[in-house]
Structures are given as C-alpha cells and as structure tokens.
C-alpha cells in the first residue's frame, strides 16, 4: 500500500474581535478555524499538512498622516498553509490575506487580498510582509506589500533600509532592499546570469523608482546578502534611517540627492551607488574590479 494509514486531526478555535466597549452595538464578531492532518507516504514517510487561520486587528493612516481624521482601522484574515515531510527540511507553504479597513469598529470594506507562497507574514511599517524561509542553504526572503493596495513592491534578503527627508511630505520616504543569489524565492536573473550576485532595488512604499543588477566578471560564487548602509556628508550611516538634515523643510524629490547607497561584503569590498534627483547614478558609481554594475528597468518584481 502506498498510504498505510492517515490520520486527521482537527482543532478549531475563535479569534473573536469586538468593539472596546462592549455595551455598544458598533462593533463585530468574526470566527475562523484552523486544522492539521497527517498521512503516511512509502516514499516520504510522515507528511504534516497544517492550515492556520487568524484575525489581526490593527490601525492604520492611508496617507502616513499621523492625525485624527487620516485614523482607520485594518482588520486582516490571514491563512497559513504549510506541507512537510515531518524527518526532512524545509516545507512547502502559502500565505493568503484579505484586508477590510474602515472607521474605529466597523472595518468593513474591502480593501485587498493577496495570495503568495511563504511561511508567515505580519504587517511591518507601511507594508505587509510575507517570509519564505530558507532551507539547504538558501537564505530567508521577505516580500514586502503595500499596506493600502495590496501591490507586491520589494522581495529582499534584507530588511529594508530606510531614507527620511525630514519635516516634508512622507511622500518623499524611500527605501532600499537587496536580493541575494542565496534567496529562498530566487530572483529571475540568477536562472539567466550565471555570475548573478545579487538585485539592489530603490523605491517608495509604492513602487520601485531604481533597480541595480549585480554580477561578478568571473566564476560564480556564493555572496549572500550584504550590509546595506548609506553615505552622507561623509559619514557612514549603519543603521535605518538616514535622515537628510541637510534639506530639512524642503518637500522636493531633488531633497533626496547628495548621498550614496554603500553595499558592504566586508570593509574591503564595498559597492558605492551615488543618489541624485531621487534617482540612482550608476555612472558615478564605483564597485571592486570583479563586479559589473547594470541598471534594469524598475516594474516590479
């Protein structure tokens, strides 16, 4: 017999969410269920397919305005599905979300839905974010969600590093993200280049403004992800966010200019890409003699 037993194995539980008083009749009630299943395979042994569903309740600003009338509340129903084979690595799995938003108790119109392959997912910043493990060497990715839209904007072996122009527009707030030749959820040119090193991606909360492809002149070899870092006025910033002091107040995309992206392998082999006019230099940019530096047209991936 190819299957010498299954078992299944249910288990339900409510994730209720209602209104903070609890007197008032604004608000709402909602329930899911969860599962998990077994069955014995000749060849793979043990397989363990789980579905985890839950509600998340949070807040949000459409527009990144932190006032009164911009306050809307998100509710997401997130759907965890996941295939192992219970004595190997790694797993198949999928995450799908629905979105509704509204006004303090009731978010009831729908906003987005998004289906994608990954192993969890929670809302980060002004995105939602879905990660995809690695396994056998392969590095954890992040696909990275416009919170409003539901838009795929950034996939990353990084967390994103983030650029502030600050007391202007939030309009003006970019960010960096980098994919490596390790990612879990392989970038399209690792297939077509075979000195791939890794894709650079520069963009908004909506969109990816520049897009830098990274290959080594040589044999293929396994970088990973570097340190994403910037520099300004001739400091170096490690951490996010870099804040552009020097065009304080002034609510223009030509504030996002006189700095550079640094990708730093190690103290000696550094990748330094200038910024100008909210847009990558690539003809200004200086790399190591092994790499080669190509800019890609920016539809997202």
């Known amino acids: 017999m190819l299957i010498s037993r299954k ?21 709402f ?40 009338d911009q306050f809307r509340t998100l509710l997401l129903l997130e759907e965890f599905q996941s295939e192992r084979i219970l004595r190997g690595e790694g797993q198949q799995g999928s995450v799908t979300v629905q979105a509704w938003i509204g006004k303090d108790a009731s978010p009831s119109e729908k906003l987005w839905a998004i289906n ?3 192993d969890e997912a929670a809302v980060a910043d002004r995105f939602y974010r879905i990660t995809k493990h ?33 007391n202007t527009s939030n309009a003006l707030t970019r960010y960096v993200s980098f994919r490596s030749d390790m990612a879990s959820l392989q970038a399209p040119e690792s297939e077509k280049l075979q000195s791939f090193v890794g894709t650079l991606e520069y963009g908004s909360e909506s ?10 002149r040589g044999e293929r070899e396994d970088m990973g992800t570097p340190k994403i ?5 001739q400091k170096l910033t490690d951490s996010s966010p870099l804040e552009l002091w020097g065009r304080d107040k002034k609510n223009d995309r030509s504030s996002l200019s006189a700095f550079s992206l640094v990708v730093s392998y190690d103290k000696n082999t550094r990748i330094v890409i200038p910024v100008s006019n909210d847009a990558l230099e690539l003809t200004r940019a200086t790399a190591p003699p092994k790499f080669v530096l190509s800019a890609e047209p920016a539809a997202a991936r």
């Open 29 to 68: 009630k909602r329930e899911t269920t969860s599962s998990v299943s077994t069955r014995t395979d000749k060849e793979k042994g043990i397989v363990v397919t789980t579905t985890n569903r839950r509600y998340t309740f949070t807040s949000v600003y459409p527009e990144n305005v932190a006032s009164d």
């Open 134 to 166: 690695g396994c056998c060497g392969a590095e954890d990715t992040y696909v990275f969600f416009n919170i409003m839209t539901g838009s795929k904007v950034f996939t990353s072996t990084s967390e994103l590093f983030r650029i502030e122009v600050p």
């Open 229 to 233: 870092r910037a520099l300004y006025r």
């Open 207 to 216: 969109k990816v403004i520049g897009r830098v492809i990274i290959r080594l």
């Open 7 to 27: 078992i299944i194995l249910e288990m339900a539980f409510v994730l209720g969410a209602s209104s903070i008083m609890a007197q008032s009749h604004d608000g």
């Open 116 to 118: 994608h392959e990954g």
